[in-house]
């Protein structure tokens, strides 16, 4: 069953014109079943494509989802239009005594900050609290991840040298785990940061798992089921031309950069890269989902009990 989403949200178009069935309201109230409810904290600066690129992973399931778009009450973006904010997104106060079955909490550009030193630290605190009551399941995505892992286990970052940019290899951990249900032992995902968390800084009495890893990357993907929480520390979610575009805008801005590793064919950035991630982030992002509706109660009110 597809997605519901606003009429005129922009992500709507996209990802209908890829096959993504978007479903209406009225063909949604003939279903005689519950939708999942998805929120979706959009810290990233570009917001239209952050919610086209997590709505089209959501919506190629085959449940019924209906998501609403989140920003932080005390923070205004400012690379969106207030007039797109307006329109489709809830303030996290607003929405805070409501249940969620799920939740995903995306990176932000802030990771070389310190976390308190960011200006919405304390109410980011308190949604990450708040989804220990009111959220049935949590994914967090790159800083996001980060932020979560250091509020509930106070685990560090680390800056790298120089950012971590490409493509990479990762490996599957644990293929029995129902979020890598599918998964090849090996895979390629995007990697853009600045900072990393280290293995050895887990607290190991807290019952983490980690199920992705690189050689090259490091720590990628974490479950933690006493928090119900998954910390993604890359973007799967990231469309084939993310990081071209990462690059050449650093370019443009006489940024230093490097070339994102094994991303562009033959290392020229004049071709156009290859996706070699694609259907792993659908297979995950299906397979949290599918966990969510098998563990969720019916009764929305039951979350978080």
Known sequence: MPIRIPNDLPARHTIESEGVMVMTEASAGRQDIRPLRIGLLNLMPNKIKTE???????????????LTLVKITSHTPKNASPEHMLAFYDDWEDVKTEKFD????????????????VNYWDELTRIYAWTQTHVHSTFNICWGAQAALHCFHKVPKHALPSKRFGV????NLKPNSP?????????????SRWTENHRADLPADKGLEVLMESDEAGLCLINDPARRSLYMFNHIEYDTTSLAEEYWRDRTAGKPIELPANYFPKNDPELPPENRWRSHAHLLFGNWINEVYQTTPFDLKKIGE
């Open 179 to 191: 979020y890598l249900r599918g998964f090849s032992d090996d895979f390629s995902i995007p990697v």
């Open 168 to 171: 990479y290899t990762h490996r």
């Open 52 to 66: 086209t690129q997590f709505a089209r992973l959501i919506g190629a399931t085959p449940l019924q989802v209906e």
């Open 102 to 117: 799920g939740f995903i909490v995306t990176g932000a550009p802030v990771e070389l900050l310190d976390f308190e030193d």
